[in-house]
């Protein structure tokens, strides 16, 4: 089992920015974040594979950048223009078996970390 560990959420103000982090063990995957608001499901927000090719949720496009050290194994969310609706648990989250696909279900994805939470005040 891979284990994932999520840092940097915080509250921060409408129109700021945030960059959250994620160490993984194991070996480099395509990983992802997901973010669950409180009283939704959880939803995708971002995938990157190994070789750094992503996909973004149209929600987010344009505001937040995904990214990816594989020598260290770390998957960063650079947030930016932060609204409200963002306002979130993150997890990221690790496909064991694919390296270069873009996953965008839970279901693709085996191991998650326990969440940091992001929350956006106005």
């Known amino acids: 089992q891979v284990q994932l560990q999520e840092s940097g959420g915080e509250t921060v103000q409408v129109g700021g920015s945030l960059r959250l982090s994620c160490a993984a063990s194991?070996?480099?995957?395509?990983m992802a974040w997901f973010q669950e608001a409180p009283g939704k499901q959880r939803e995708w927000v971002a995938t990157i594979t190994v070789a750094g090719i992503t996909a973004y949720a149209s929600s987010v496009e344009g505001r937040f950048t995904v990214s990816r050290d594989n020598a260290k194994n770390t998957l960063d969310l650079e947030m930016s223009n932060l609204r409200a609706t963002d306002t979130a648990k993150y997890y990221c989250?690790?496909?064991?078996?694919?390296?270069?696909?873009?996953?965008?279900?839970?279901?693709?994805?085996?191991?998650w970390g326990q969440g940091t939470q992001v929350t956006v005040s106005s």
């Open positions: 194991g070996s480099p995957s395509s």
């Open positions: 989250a690790y496909d064991r078996q694919r390296r270069w696909f873009l996953g965008r279900t839970e279901a693709e994805f085996a191991d």
